[in-house]
């Protein structure tokens, strides 16, 4: 087997590993949605009037947040493993002396340059964004950090533009409002992420039966 081929069969693999865990993070998403669901029914239809249907709005507006703030979170601790994982096999493939991490900067800029500049792979930005990626992980900084709340949070502005582009999360002047169309285009800009930079590498199952179809 020639270096090339090792070389894809790594890119490869690491691509089936972060679409299944995609795949099981939308699968959790669903599930969330369905529960939160099931229980707001109850609350409204079910729940018995002295004890328990007080408890709807407090429900709606504490819950759900945090349930899909934690899909972002999660989110976010997957994404790293991928940029992480991707640099190393990176590294390996063009016998790089230089890590990710010696780099500067945050995370996904230190993995833009690194790849972008030190790699030389053009990753593909026909249907991914870098601010987008960015601003994923500002989100999640800001619930971990800021406990969602932006005016002292350094990059709100960041925060501002991804709701100006996607619609959410709802920022107010003091905070965001992480709700489900949140957590799913977080998960859907993952995605594609994921996608781009693994297409770039001709790594993705569609390019890989097109170089395979090539070599016929």
């Excluded at 669901?37 to 328990?52: I, K, N, P, Q, T």
């Excluded at 016998?95 to 340059?113: A, P, T």
């Excluded at 709701?163 to 957590?183: F, L, N």
């Amino acid at each position: 087997m020639s270096n090339s081929t090792k070389a894809q069969d790594l890119f490869f693999d690491n691509y089936l590993d972060a679409s299944c865990r995609l795949n099981e993070l939308e699968e959790f998403r669903q599930y969330v949605g369905n529960y939160l669901g099931e229980e707001e029914r109850y609350l409204r239809d079910e729940a018995h009037v002295d004890l328990e249907i007080g408890f709807l709005p407090l429900f709606a507006e504490t819950f759900p947040p945090i349930l899909h703030s934690s899909l972002i979170i999660s989110t976010v601790i997957l994404l790293e493993m991928e940029v992480k994982g991707y640099a190393e096999a990176l590294r390996r493939v063009r016998n790089l002396n230089l890590g990710y991490n010696d780099l500067s900067g945050s995370l996904i800029e230190r993995f833009r340059k690194y790849v972008t500049v030190i790699g030389g792979i053009q990753v593909p930005v026909k249907k991914f964004h870098w601010a987008d990626i960015v601003a994923v992980f500002e989100i999640r900084n800001a619930l971990v950090h800021n406990g969602g709340m932006l005016p002292a949070f350094p990059k709100a502005n960041v925060i501002r533009s991804f709701e100006s582009r996607h619609g959410t999360p709802i920022c107010t002047q003091d905070r965001m409002k992480i709700t489900a169309e949140t957590s799913k285009t977080a998960l859907d800009v993952a995605s594609s992420f994921i996608d781009a930079i693994y297409e770039a590498v001709d790594a993705t199952p569609e390019r890989r039966e097109m170089r395979q179809a090539s070599m016929e």
